[in-house]
């Protein structure tokens, strides 16, 4: 089983605030004032949606893992430690790990609304606050895969100015 964290705080705080900048940057970038209750409602949204996303990819993750250790033992079905103790605990490990996925995407989604709804009519700086926040991720990262601390933030960072750049064009929230 998954014992890192770092999977689900990365998930979460990258699909909230890659969310927020689909939906959000032509909002932003028009200057319309984005009053705080719009900001809880589509970081809620993003939370929401990304939770469940989360929850269905993670879960079924970990009962294929389940199954294959099943196989490697040598039980006849599988089903004999998806209903036990295992199988209960890996539900738990799913549901916990949501619960961080979710709260991370919540809080991804609703930083860079915040300063615009702090800030209105200020879009450079709301959604470089966005752009910063995923490349702050991708050193923590990096960091803690031991990766290489200038391509993940820059990756991370082009990819959020990549879908700020096809939020704007598409106009998603009007």
Do not use: C, Q
């Amino acid at each position: 089983m998954k014992n890192s964290l770092l999977f689900p705080m990365a998930i979460g705080i990258t699909d909230g605030i890659i969310t927020t900048l689909m939906l959000a940057t032509n909002y932003i970038v028009e200057a319309r004032v984005i009053s705080l209750l719009l900001s809880l409602r589509i970081a809620a949204g993003s939370a929401l949606v990304g939770s469940f996303s989360y929850f269905v990819a993670e879960y079924s993750s970990l009962r294929e893992e389940l199954a294959r250790i099943s196989r490697h033992l040598g039980l006849s079905n599988p089903l004999f430690l998806i209903r036990s103790k295992p199988g209960r605990d890996i539900l738990e490990e799913a549901i916990a790990a949501t619960g961080i996925s979710g709260g991370f995407s919540f809080s991804g989604s609703f930083f860079p609304l915040f300063v615009a709804t702090v800030f209105p009519g200020n879009a450079i700086l709301s959604l470089s606050t966005a752009i910063i926040a995923l490349g702050a991720t991708g050193v923590a990262i990096a960091k803690s895969v031991s990766g290489n601390v200038y391509t993940w933030p820059v990756s991370m960072m082009s990819i959020g100015a990549l879908v700020a750049f096809a939020g704007n064009l598409l106009h998603l929230i009007s």
